[in-house]
């Protein structure tokens, strides 16, 4: 079972910060307007807690749940890099992916199975529920898809970079 002190800070505040960066790149993967991407944002963070939730009876969930604090956002440089906006929106999916698979590998190797398995779904649902949070290609609220194919995409991106697909 894992603790918040089973982690250095650095490590816990990237567990805490993966989820975020998840709906963060559901949003960058296709782009839908302040509205939409406000919406895809507080659908990762239901998604999140929703899981906090379920699996309240595990003791890493139960940590994360408790922890308030503000975790240390990375350096955007770090995220976005350089380039067109075409190009930084890549470069920040490429930095996402590498964090979730970092976090995932961390708490494979520090937490008990469940918790691991239940971390890997957490970061899958977050990713899903931001992407049904906003209509991709309509317009004033018609027509559009749910969740587009680039949203898609990166939801199979985020099942691969945690083991699940």
Do not use: C
């Not at 976005?80 to 999916?93: C, I, M, P």
């Not at 937490?111 to 398995?117: L, M, Q, T, V």
């Amino acid at each position: 079972m894992a603790k918040q002190d089973t982690f250095t800070t650095e490590e816990w505040n990237l567990l805490r910060l993966a989820p975020s960066l998840i709906s963060g790149g559901t949003a960058a993967a296709d782009p839908s307007g302040i509205f939409g991407s406000i919406k895809e944002a507080t659908a990762g963070a239901s998604g999140m807690a929703d899981a906090f939730k379920a699996h309240g009876a595990l003791e890493l969930f139960t940590a994360l749940a408790a922890d308030r604090s503000i975790p240390g956002m990375p350096d955007p440089k770090s995220l976005l890099g350089e380039g067109s906006r075409e190009q930084q929106l890549q470069n920040f999916r490429d930095a996402v992916l590498q964090r979730v698979r970092t976090a995932v590998d961390l708490v494979a190797s520090k937490a008990s199975p469940a918790e691991a398995d239940a971390y890997r779904q957490m970061l899958v649902a977050v990713a899903q529920k931001a992407a049904e949070a906003s209509k991709e290609g309509g317009f004033l609220g018609f027509g559009g898809v749910r969740v587009s194919e680039k949203e898609q995409a990166f939801i199979t991106e985020v099942k691969r970079a945690v083991g699940l697909a």
